[in-house]
């Protein structure tokens, strides 16, 4: 079974600076996709940034990235120029390809909980 | 819709009681997935359907949890005889098609308190 795992349960960073979450997960699969979403108070949960496994480029989207190291089964996020806005639990996540019927269900971590202070 | 949208975004259930959380997909999404979050933690899969079949049930916790989307579109996740550690919010996913590695979008949740 695969397992994610956030070894961070809190995170503060003072606005304008930069942050890095982390998040180690264990499976035998060769060919997946990983995510990070945010989930501010209204639960709703917000896609950040993805990455698939076969792409050794690792994903950026505006002020956030990723450092993805395949071997070592770590997928870290960057935050630059932090925003008050950033202020939200964020929770890694692994989709495998199974073979139920194209059910592609996302393994979860327990999530970091990031404070941007003014 | 726009989005993905659950209802009732709140609910309180006496211990006992039977509850039903509705979800509407986004409109046209083939896939929809259920998901319980407990207090503190990460989203754990419950069940998926791939238009009106339930392809995967293994995230179901017992067989007080019953789900179906009997037009391939709203889904309705019922649960009977509510017990305090069924407390939880209950997010709904829905997405385009089977195309691996498809972006999944999320409701805002059904928060359930079973007092």
């Known amino acids: 079974a695969q397992t994610v795992t956030q070894s961070q349960p809190e995170m503060s960073v003072q606005e304008a600076e930069t942050v890095t979450l982390s998040c180690t997960y264990d499976t ?10 945010k989930q501010p108070p209204s639960r709703q949960m917000i896609l950040v940034i993805r990455q698939e496994a076969y792409k050794q480029q690792n994903a950026t989207e505006n002020r956030f990235s990723v450092n993805f190291q395949k071997a070592a089964k770590s997928f870290s996020l960057k935050i630059s120029d932090s925003q008050l806005g950033d202020t939200a639990m964020y ?6 390809r199974t073979t139920q019927g194209g059910s592609e269900k996302l393994v979860f971590g327990k999530g970091t909980k990031l404070t941007v202070n003014p | 819709g726009a989005g993905v949208s659950q209802s009732p975004r709140y609910k309180v259930a006496k211990r ?6 509705r979800c509407d997909p ?3 999404h083939v896939s929809l997935f259920w998901y ?4 503190g933690q990460g989203p754990e899969f419950l ?15 017992s067989d007080r ?3 179906e989307r009997p037009e391939g579109s709203v889904s ?6 509510t017990q305090q550690e069924d407390s939880a919010v209950y997010l709904c996913a829905s997405s385009l098609n089977l195309a691996f590695g498809n972006t999944i979008y999320f409701g805002e949740g059904s928060w359930l308190t079973v007092v």
Not at chain 1, 91 to 96: H, I, N, S, V, Y
Not at chain 2, 36 to 39: E, G, K, N, R, T
Not at chain 2, 76 to 81: D, F
Request: proline share 2%; with cysteine; charged share 15%.
């Open chain 1, 28 to 37: 035998s699969e060769n060919n997946y996709y990983l995510f990070w979403y």
């Open chain 1, 91 to 96: 929770f890694c996540a692994f989709m495998k």
């Open chain 2, 16 to 21: 006992g009681q039977d509850v039903a959380l």
């Open chain 2, 26 to 28: 986004i409109s046209g």
């Open chain 2, 36 to 39: 319980q979050q407990a207090l």
């Open chain 2, 47 to 61: 069940t998926y359907f791939q238009n009106e079949a339930q392809l995967d049930k293994s995230g179901l916790p």
């Open chain 2, 65 to 67: 949890f019953f789900a």
């Open chain 2, 76 to 81: 309705t996740l019922k649960i009977q005889r």
